[in-house]
């Protein structure tokens, strides 16, 4: 891998560098420091009258691969409240950290942040490690990318776990390009062999292939792991948990953005957070028809979610998509309505607990993934289990 590098016995502190650079990528603090915004456009290396900028290549040598150990998960929070996928994280990194015979330690960012380190202790977790500053309140790229670097320096990780949301997704890509190591995007399936190396398994090509991707020569093997795909731990309130709490120097929490004021956006439950889910796909004729499949996520208190054409062709927002390039789903039912079951929808709905699919074509792969399929035309299906449902109901507030 190919950066900037600095030969710091040559370099004078000229500072020319620092103003020729187009990325604002170098900086002196002491010493000259090469930023994670470097592009390597190599303009520094031309004007440099000391010529101490040069390419240089680096890859880890083994005995460095040996020096890091144990598993580290992020624990993302907002408004001082964890993010679901974290404890989904905390699952899969004490399997991981079990198999190695390694620790499972986790990091939390923010302010005031006792009842999430308290929340946090109740699951197995060997050691919490937790940066508490008014500056990391709210996920700013740059503290809490430096807060990252400096713990994953100073305990160095085999293996560090983000989950794939919008903060995961902003943080884990700069955090890999500061640390020169790899990283694999939205995983759906994470292992670990006995030698260490970390299996990461995503889909590739529209979901045709399952790809494994492994990080031979560099440490921490990374990997975002999107929400609602990995088994939430458990609680353990009996697991002996250290909490570590550490500072950071008042320059690396400084940022180029600041919060003027926070406007809450209006809450919209989501289908990741369903227990039912009513999904419907191209059966559907008309966007009106929408309505029979509200009525039944209604009378079951579900919501309704749907299949990507049906967002294409501008039925339902892209919030409701299930799927590859929608969300990842785990309710405790699923009802596909006129669904295929093409292998980029079925990607993001095998983890429910039981599935029902309702398609006309008997073959229709949905089938494949379906606890209970039925045969049958929806139009006639879905009022049929409406009215069903409505007489049940009506029976059972009667009897109470
Ligand atoms: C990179 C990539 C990412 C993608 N990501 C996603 C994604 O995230 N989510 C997603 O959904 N798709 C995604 N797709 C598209 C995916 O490949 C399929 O095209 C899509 O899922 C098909 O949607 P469908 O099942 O609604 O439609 P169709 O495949 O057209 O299936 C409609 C089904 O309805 C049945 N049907 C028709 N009428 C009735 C009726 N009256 N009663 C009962 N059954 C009926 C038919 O028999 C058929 O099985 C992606 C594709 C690519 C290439």
């Known amino acids: 891998m190919s950066y900037l590098g600095v030969n710091h016995d040559k370099c004078i502190l000229c500072g ?7 990325f604002g990528a170098l900086k002196i603090t002491g010493k000259l420091e090469v930023l994670d915004s470097c592009r390597l456009c190599k303009v520094c290396i031309k004007v440099c009258p000391e010529k101490a900028l040069s390419v240089a290549e680096g890859s880890l040598t083994k005995s460095d691969l040996s020096s890091y150990r144990n598993v580290l998960v992020f624990a993302e929070q907002r408004d001082g409240e ?6 989904e994280l905390i699952g899969k990194g004490r399997e991981l950290a079990d198999k190695l015979g390694e620790q499972l330690n986790v990091v939390l960012l923010g302010h005031k942040t006792e009842s999430m380190v308290e929340q946090l202790s109740k699951y197995p977790v060997d050691s919490i490690f937790v940066y508490d500053h008014q ?4 996920y700013r790229p ?12 100073h305990i160095k990780p085999s293996i560090f776990l983000i989950g794939a949301t919008h ?15 790899g990283l694999t995007a939205d995983c759906t399936v994470i292992d670990v062999k006995p030698n260490g190396e970390l299996v990461q398994i995503r889909p590739a090509f529209g979901g045709n292939v399952m790809a494994q991707i492994v990080t031979p020569n560099h440490r921490p093997q990374f990997a975002t792991v999107r929400p609602k795909v990995m088994q939430a731990a458990e609680l353990a309130p009996s697991h002996p948990t250290q909490v570590i709490y550490r500072e950071l120097e008042p320059e690396k929490l400084l940022s180029n953005i600041s919060f003027l004021s926070i406007e809450p956006k209006p809450k919209e439950t989501s289908i990741t957070e369903a227990d039912i889910l ?8 008309k966007a009106e028809d929408l309505a029979i499949v509200e009525e039944l996520a209604e009378k079951l208190g579900g919501m309704v979610a749907v299949t990507r054409p049906l967002v294409e062709a501008g039925w339902a927002p892209q919030t409701r998509q299930v799927g590859l390039s929608g969300r990842t789903v785990r309710p405790k039912l ?8 093409a292998i980029q929808m079925v990607a993001g709905m095998s983890g429910s607990e039981y599935i029902i699919a309702i398609n006309k074509d008997k073959n229709a792969p949905i089938f494949e993934v379906a606890h209970l399929g039925l045969v049958g035309d929806m139009y006639e299906i879905l009022p049929a289990l409406v009215e069903e449902l409505g007489r049940t109901l009506t029976k059972s507030k009667e009897s109470r």
Do not use: H, K, N
Not at 16 to 22: E, G, K, L, N, W
Not at 82 to 87: I, Q, S
Not at 135 to 138: H, K, R, S
């Open 16 to 22: 020319v560098c620092v103003d020729s650079c187009p």
């Open 82 to 87: 964890l993010a679901g996928v974290v404890f």
């Open 135 to 138: 500056e990391l309140t709210y």
């Open 142 to 153: 740059q503290p809490y990318a430096s807060a990252l670097e400096d713990l994953i320096s």
């Open 167 to 181: 903060v995961g997704r902003s943080l884990a890509p700069r955090i890999a390009t500061r640390l020169r190591t």
């Open 278 to 285: 009513i999904c419907v796909g191209r059966g559907l004729r």
């Open 334 to 341: 699923f009802i596909a309505c006129g669904v295929s079951g």
